[in-house]
């Protein structure tokens, strides 16, 4: 019997909502690889064992996160937390996630009054809604997002040092991007919350002032796309697989330079 010790596997924690998971726009080939598989192609075409858990929920908000912390990192203890967090929060003036998540949700079951109601009913009722939002965002300064955008940053600064305490991971906080022209019409004041939400995610990894919790900027890789005339989220809110695939490069290169230091790895 071979008794050569195995490596240790990397563990790599994915968090966040429909960005995370999605391409823009959808259908496309096995090849269309949203960045959490791109990480895990390029560890494994380095000869590096890496087991992914991805635990991204379309529509997800980060307060959601504390309620699945000890499933998902106390027990899991991951190497590496990858928080993909706050562009949801900045979608909706007043509509709830709940909401939103009954009209988008992927899970809906079909059945002859449940499709009725859905399209006589749900949809007419939560595009009424959408235009009445689209006014409202007109008029709404952006100081009026104060209050959500410091509870989301306490928020998500609670999970960072919680999950710090289960054997010090590293943990990269990814920065925003702008949403696609498609959403311009309908959210004529998500640009401005973006920009808020992105200076709170700087904010909170200042605040937590540690070497292993780093803000990953997306911003030059959104410039070289937008540069060569190519929309990083043409369906308004999610990656294309390209993009994608420059974000996963990108996170592979922090993960491999820090893995290289890290004894319990033997890389």
């Not at 390029?42 to 912390?69: F, I, K, Q, S, Y």
């Not at 899970?107 to 009424?128: I, N, Q, T, V």
């Not at 960072?160 to 925003?176: E, M």
């Not at 294309?240 to 974000?247: E, G, K, L, N, W």
């Amino acid at each position: 019997m071979d008794r050569t010790p195995l490596p240790m596997p990397l563990r790599i924690l994915f968090k966040g909502a429909s960005t995370v998971i999605w391409t823009s726009f959808m259908k496309g080939p096995r090849t269309d690889l949203a960045y959490p598989r791109v990480v895990e192609r390029n560890l494994l075409r380095r000869g590096l064992p890496v087991r992914p858990e991805v635990r991204a929920v379309p529509a997800e908000r980060a307060r959601m996160m504390l309620r699945t912390w000890e499933t998902e990192v106390s027990q899991l203890s991951p190497d590496v937390i990858v928080l993909h967090c706050g562009h949801m929060e900045t979608i909706h003036v007043f509509i709830p996630r709940w909401l939103e998540r009954h009209v988008r949700g992927t899970a809906d079951r079909p059945g002859f009054f449940r499709e009725r109601y859905r399209r006589r009913l749900l949809d007419p009722a939560f595009g009424l809604l959408a235009k009445l939002q689209k006014q409202v965002d007109l008029r709404v300064p952006t100081r009026y997002f104060d209050r959500r955008t410091r509870k989301f940053g306490a928020t998500l600064e609670r999970y960072v040092r919680r999950s710090r305490t289960v054997a010090s991971p590293l943990v990269l906080v990814i920065g925003l991007v702008p949403h696609g022209s498609r959403w311009d019409t309908w959210f004529p004041g998500m640009a401005a919350r973006l920009e808020q939400m992105d200076a709170e995610l700087r904010a909170l990894v200042q605040r937590v002032d540690h070497p292993d919790v780093r803000y990953v900027d997306l911003m030059p890789l959104y410039a070289e796309h937008a540069a060569r005339g190519e929309e990083a989220c043409p369906d308004g809110g999610h990656f294309t697989p390209q993009f994608h695939a420059d974000v996963g490069d990108l996170l592979t290169a922090e993960v491999l330079a820090w893995g290289e230091q890290q004894t319990h790895l033997d890389w």
